[in-house]
């Protein structure tokens, strides 16, 4: 985040500490010379103190890391969660997505973290078996769609995501391990992966281990706090919609962040000067 930043080095800039609102508002952005609480703890407190800055709940890349710093600035009235991106990004980026079974293993692993909401889901389905959406799908064709990345990129907006108990996401997380991995040596949960056909490599690398028992000791702090109705902004249809299907944004903030991170990453070139950079930053920031 900070390579766009003129003499970063002589700055002292190693990080970017930010913050996004559910409405996908940049709250706060500062350049922190270590990701140490002492380093962006002034520029905390001063959000803070804001008038119209009041959060019922806040997602954090590291919770709960830091937890007692932000129960003590906000005494006690904030509850913080760990972010679904960055907890399941911690298993995927272990994975080698050149396999052949990379999409499939993703897929599977959302499903042990969350599920549709059935209501929605059951709605959505309806149309698009009777046309209403698209074109009629027959159930051979629902099958193939739910299988390519079309599903998520299409009808995503559809469905609220409802977080599964903890003990629910260790279970099937241990399950999604013994799923795709090539070796075991327990009888008892033997492996019932495949070595990629052309290449031969493994699914998993030697982090994913680790980064599984990371996850299920940090599954109890993936709940949301406040109940579904409230986690989503509904987006009513037209009067003149013929399938009738609400449309969600997730007031959890997290999709909105990282896509600002995204823009700001590539949006670097360490050959401007250092106003032009700023005020270019501040202008797409703000």
Request: aromatic fraction near 8%.
């Amino acid at each position: 985040m900070t390579k766009n930043c003129y003499e970063k080095k002589s700055l002292g800039a190693q990080a970017l500490w930010d913050v996004s609102t559910e409405t996908g508002e940049i709250a706060s952005a500062v350049l922190v010379p270590t990701t140490k609480t002492r380093h962006f703890s002034h520029a905390a407190k001063q959000l803070a103190k804001r008038s119209n800055f009041v959060p019922a709940a806040m997602y954090s890349d590291t919770w709960p890391v830091k937890s007692t710093f932000w129960e003590t600035l906000f005494d006690g009235k904030v509850q913080g969660r760990l972010g679904l991106f960055h907890y399941i990004q911690r298993i995927t980026k272990t994975l080698k997505k050149n396999h052949v079974d990379h999409f499939l293993a993703v897929t599977s692993l959302l499903k042990a973290i969350y599920r549709h909401n059935q209501e929605d889901y059951e709605k959505l389905l309806s149309a698009l078996k009777n046309g209403t959406l698209s074109t009629k799908c027959s159930d051979e064709e629902i099958v193939d769609l739910k299988a390519s990345k079309l599903f998520r990129q299409r009808h995503a907006k559809h469905l609220r995501k409802e977080m599964r108990p903890p003990n629910t996401i260790r279970q099937m997380l241990d399950d999604w391990f013994d799923r795709f991995k090539c070796s075991s040596n327990n009888s008892a949960r033997p492996a019932r992966g495949r070595l990629d056909p052309l290449t031969g490599n493994r699914l998993f690398t030697s982090e994913t281990k680790e980064a599984i028992i990371n996850c299920k000791d940090k599954a109890t702090h993936l709940q949301d706090q406040l109940p579904l109705e409230k986690m989503y902004r509904v987006i009513r249809p037209s009067p003149n919609s013929p399938h009738g299907l609400n449309e969600y944004l997730s007031r959890r903030g997290e999709s909105s962040l990282e896509s600002f991170h995204l823009s700001l990453a590539h949006f670097a070139n360490c050959g401007m000067k250092r106003s032009l950079a700023d005020n270019l930053n501040l202008t797409g920031t703000a």
